[in-house]
C-alpha cells in the first residue's frame, strides 16, 4: 500500500508540475498578449466608433461603447470637410519618391560597405552607425538652413532628397543582410568577366528583395505619418499632407469631431492594411542579420 501510495503522490506530483508548466508557458502569456493588444486597439476602437455616431450621441453621458445607429455618410463629409484628396496626393508623393530614394542610396552604400574592400571601410561604417545616436533636434537647424539657402523650403524636396543620401539605420540593416550572402557568388561573377556594378544589379540585388521590402516599408510609413517634417518646410496650404492637414483644421476651424475622426480613419487605413499584407517582412525585419554569415 505503502508504494502504491507513493506511486500516486508521484503522479499527481508530475501532473501538477505539468498543469503547472502549461499556466506558465502557454496560457499566462497569452493572456498578457491578448490584454495589451486590447489596449494596443482600443485607440483605435474609439475613433471608428466616434466615427459613425451622431453628433448628438457623441454628447451623451456615460458614452456608449457602440453607435445605436451608423453614419456611414460621415465619411464621405470628412472628404469635403477638408481638402482630403488633394493632402492624400501630395503625402503619396513624398512616400513614393522617398520609398525609391531610399532603396537606390542604401542599397548602394551597404553594397560598398559589405561586398567590396576598400582602406578605411571599418572606421567609416563606425562613424555612419554613431550618426543614429544624434538626436534629429540638433541637425534641424542645420539643415533648414541649408534648404533654404537653396531656396528648397515650401516645397516637397526638404522631406524627400535626404532619403537619397542613405539613413545610418538601413544602410546597417542591409549590410548586415548582405553579410549572409555568400562571397563565392561575387567571385563567381568577377571571373566571368562581369564588372562590380553588373554584379550588384544582376547577382547581388535579386537576392535582397526581402531586405528591400522591409526598407520600403519603413521609409513608406514613415513618410505618410511625419508630422514634423512637413510641419517645418511646407507654409502653402497646398502642399500639406494628411497628418499635418489635420491639425490645421483642427486648430482653425470648429471642430467636428465625428467628421475628424472619420478622416483620420481614412489616413490610419492604408498604414493598417500595409501592415496585415506585408506583415511577414516586419518579422523579417526585425531578424534580418540576427544569423552571422
Known amino acids: 500500500m505503502s508504494a502504491q501510495a507513493t506511486n500516486n503522490n ?28 486590447f489596449i494596443f486597439i482600443l485607440p483605435y476602437y474609439w475613433m471608428i466608433t466616434t466615427s459613425l455616431k451622431s453628433n448628438m450621441e457623441l454628447r451623451t453621458i456615460p458614452p456608449t461603447l457602440f453607435p445605436k445607429e451608423l453614419h456611414f455618410e460621415h465619411y464621405a463629409e470628412a472628404i469635403q470637410f477638408i481638402p482630403f484628396f488633394q493632402y492624400m496626393m501630395n503625402s503619396l508623393t513624398i512616400v513614393i519618391f522617398g520609398v525609391i530614394g531610399a532603396i537606390i542610396s ?17 572606421p567609416l561604417f563606425i562613424v555612419v552607425i554613431a550618426t543614429m545616436f544624434i538626436p534629429f533636434p540638433v541637425v534641424l537647424v542645420a539643415l533648414f538652413d541649408i534648404f533654404a539657402r537653396f531656396r528648397l523650403v515650401n516645397t516637397f524636396y526638404p522631406l524627400i532628397l535626404p532619403a537619397y543620401v542613405g539613413s545610418a539605420f538601413y544602410i ?30 544582376k ?30 518646410y511646407l507654409q502653402n496650404q ?33 498604414v493598417v492594411i500595409i501592415f496585415l499584407c506585408f506583415q511577414r517582412f516586419f518579422v523579417e525585419g526585425i531578424t534580418i542579420g540576427a544569423v552571422k554569415g
Open 106 to 122: 542604401n542599397s548602394f552604400i551597404a553594397y560598398g560597405f559589405s561586398r567590396i574592400n576598400w582602406p578605411g571601410r571599418e
Open 172 to 201: 546597417f540593416m542591409m549590410r548586415q543582410y548582405l553579410m549572409t550572402i555568400p562571397k563565392e557568388i561575387s567571385d563567381a561573377g568577377f571571373i566571368d568577366g562581369a564588372t562590380e556594378f553588373q554584379i550588384f544589379y
Open 10 to 37: 508521484w503522479g499527481k506530483d508530475l501532473q501538477y508540475r505539468r498543469t503547472a508548466r502549461l499556466f506558465s508557458e502557454k496560457i499566462v502569456p497569452r493572456l498578457v498578449l491578448i490584454g495589451m493588444c
Open 203 to 232: 547577382l547581388v540585388l535579386p537576392l535582397m528583395k526581402p531586405v528591400i521590402a522591409v526598407v520600403a516599408i519603413f521609409t513608406a510609413l514613415g513618410s505618410w505619418n511625419d508630422f514634423l517634417g512637413p510641419l517645418i
Open 238 to 270: 497646398k502642399l500639406y499632407t494628411l497628418s499635418i492637414g489635420l491639425q490645421f483644421f483642427r486648430s482653425q476651424h470648429e471642430v467636428e469631431y465625428t467628421l475628424l475622426m472619420a478622416a483620420s480613419t481614412l489616413v490610419a487605413l492604408p
